[in-house]
């Protein structure tokens, strides 16, 4: 079966998150243009691979309302910044020429409860390389105590209620025992974000690896 992309990023849903300034909103062609407040920041890795197409089609499914949602793989969870916007993409920028491009494989189909009621895919193979990235990158301007242990993952669906979640796993596990495509993912590149729970924007992306390795001299 072929399955039709999405568009636009989810994460879990951060309680109160400290507020800061939208002046230096802009939003982009890409996502909602609402001006938006309890800015928060975060680098993901955006899946166009048939695993995240297979994503965005089961989420359209099971979860409609939330259907503005790009797949991707988070590897710095929301959070705020210490510092500009340029301290941050300059601090992304080094550590991203640092790290090659790197391959994972998506695992079985599990749930965050009781902490959340969010279903996702769980990355099996290579997640030690988002770790060690998530690790190198909570510092200085991304310095943040995080109030979950860190997890690769690919979301499905955050259901509203915890008793929406039997049902929905049990679906997505069918869904994804069926799937026959490819479960790897590569990741090449990152996606600096900006944000609140509901509405994401691009503010750059950057490369895995350093710019002669990309240019193949």
Same mark, same amino acid.
């Given at each position: ?9 989810? #994460? ?38 048939? +695993? ?10 099971? &979860? ?7 797949? &991707? ?7 705020? !910044? ?12 080094? !550590? ?22 969010? +279903? ?7 997640? =030690?390389?988002?770790?060690?990235? &998530? ?12 109030? #979950?242990? =860190?997890?690769? &993952?690919?979301?499905? +669906? ?17 869904? #994804? ?7 790897? +993912? ?14 994401? !924007? ?16």
């Amino acid at each position: 079966m072929r399955y039709q992309a999405a568009l636009r990023p989810d #994460w879990l849903d951060y309680s109160n998150p400290p507020a800061l300034s939208a002046a230096a909103f802009r939003p982009t062609r890409r996502y909602n243009e609402e001006p938006m407040t309890s800015l928060l920041y975060a680098a993901i890795a955006y899946v166009r691979s048939p +695993v995240g197409i297979f994503v965005e089609q089961l989420r359209r499914e099971l &979860h409609p309302a939330h259907t503005h949602a790009d797949a &991707h793989l988070t590897i710095l969870p929301p959070r705020a !910044i210490r510092g500009t916007e340029e301290q941050a993409i300059g601090l992304l920028t080094e !550590i991203c020429r640092s790290t090659a491009p790197f391959e994972v494989t998506m695992g079985d189909v599990e749930t965050f409860l009781p902490l959340t009621p969010t +279903v996702f895919i769980r990355v099996a193979r290579g997640a =030690y390389r988002m770790r060690e990235l &998530h690790d190198r990158m909570n510092r200085d301007a991304f310095l943040c105590e995080e109030p #979950w242990p =860190y997890m690769p &993952h690919l979301t499905i +669906v955050k259901a509203d209620e915890a008793d929406e979640v039997p049902k929905v796993i049990e679906i997505a596990r069918e869904r #994804w025992k069926e799937y026959s495509d490819t479960r790897k +993912v590569r990741i090449a590149k990152l996606s600096f974000v900006k944000g609140n729970a509901e509405r994401w !924007i691009d503010l750059a992306a950057m490369p895995l690896g350093p710019a002669k390795a990309r240019d193949g001299s």
